[in-house]
């Protein structure tokens, strides 16, 4: 008999001593585990407490003297481009009088219809077209707003000119929405205005730097004078335009049908064209496809045409040299007491 038998209370009183130590022990590990990780996170974070506290923070010596030099270099290439830009602004701005600018408005209407009669191209308006100055051809402008609208006008005679040297066809129609006497309306106002306003005015100016005088012109020509006139735009040495809004139109809406027996048909025209070059009606036929197949067709275009008249300097804060003037006073009373 062995001794488990003879000796079961024993032998059980044992076995379960056993298993509770083992729980015992588990248990035990397990916690003094937790509390290992939870000494190493503590550690961790005062290691990262005593880096922060002997690290150099910014703002420190040595960040602002670079954020400085940084705040120089941006108001130098900033102060450069705007000189790019103002290149296009007037040196002066003549303020004519009221007959005065109602003879420019004359000569300028005159000018242009003979250019566009001369070039063969049609307008949609024929003589009461004002090329967008239709404002002025009866009604006598403000003398407090010749100057603005004397600039818009010569800019708008230098486009229309650029437009008809392109090669269109026909001016279809031509828009000036207000905005030159917007702006002249506002200025009057704010110089009405208490110095409280004036300085609410000025912080709202000085988020732009341009004034911006739109022209809305729709034309029809082939794409090549689009084009050109593109390129008129972009290459003008005298006055910045931009273009807002741009829309093309084909003149045939009607899209070519490649069909079987459409196929067939143009081709045997055009290869007729070979033995009777006489017959006029296959020839324009084989040009009208091949105009339409190369996009060589005319399109109506519609553009949304922006004058930008750049602020002068003294009217645009530039960030950053305020503070860098400020500096170098700081700076030179700084050297005069060493």
Do not use: C
């Not at 003094?32 to 420190?60: F, G, T």
């Not at 040297?165 to 506002?186: C, F, M, T, W, Y």
């Not at 020839?283 to 750049?310: A, C, Y």
Request: no cysteine; charged share 30%; glycine share 6%.
């Amino acid at each position: 008999m062995s001794w488990y038998q003879e000796n079961k209370f024993a032998a059980t009183v044992m076995g379960a001593t056993a298993f509770v130590s083992g729980v015992l022990v588990y248990i035990g590990m397990g916690f003094n585990s937790e509390a290992d990780l939870a000494k190493r996170q503590e550690q961790r974070s005062v290691n990262e407490i005593d880096r922060l506290q002997s690290a150099s923070l910014y703002p420190s010596a040595v960040n602002k003297e670079q954020l400085a030099r940084e705040v120089e270099a941006f108001a130098s290439e900033a102060k450069g481009f705007q000189e790019e830009l103002l290149k296009y602004r007037p040196k002066v701005m003549a303020k004519l009088t009221q007959n005065e600018f109602s003879g420019e408005v004359t000569a300028f209407h005159r000018y242009l219809q003979d250019y566009y009669k001369e070039k063969g191209i049609s307008l949609s308006k024929g003589a009461s077209v004002y090329f967008g100055m239709e404002e002025y051809a009866k009604v006598t402008a403000s003398e407090s707003s010749t100057k603005l609208l004397n600039y818009q006008l010569k800019a708008l005679k230098s486009l229309f000119k650029s437009l008809a040297d392109s090669g269109i066809e026909s001016l279809e129609n031509v828009h000036r929405p207000q905005a030159a006497e917007a702006i002249i309306a506002k200025k009057g106002k704010s110089k009405s205005n208490s110095k409280r306003s004036k300085k609410r005015s000025r912080a709202k100016t000085v988020s732009s730097v341009y004034d911006g005088l739109p022209i809305e012109v729709t034309f029809t020509g082939s794409e090549a004078s689009m084009q050109e006139f593109f390129k008129s735009l972009v290459n003008n040495d005298d006055y910045f335009f931009t273009v807002k809004q741009f829309m093309v139109r084909n003149e045939k809406q009607e899209r070519v049908s490649i069909s079987k027996s459409t196929l067939a048909e143009k081709a045997e025209l055009a290869a007729m064209e070979f033995d009777d070059p006489g017959s006029k009606q296959k020839v324009n036929t084989k040009k009208e496809i091949l105009k339409q197949v190369t996009g060589n067709e005319n399109v109506t275009v519609f553009m949304l045409i922006e004058l930008v008249l750049f602020h002068e300097a003294s009217e645009v804060e530039i960030p950053g040299l305020a503070m860098n003037k400020q500096a170098e006073i700081k700076g030179a009373k700084k050297r005069e007491t060493q």
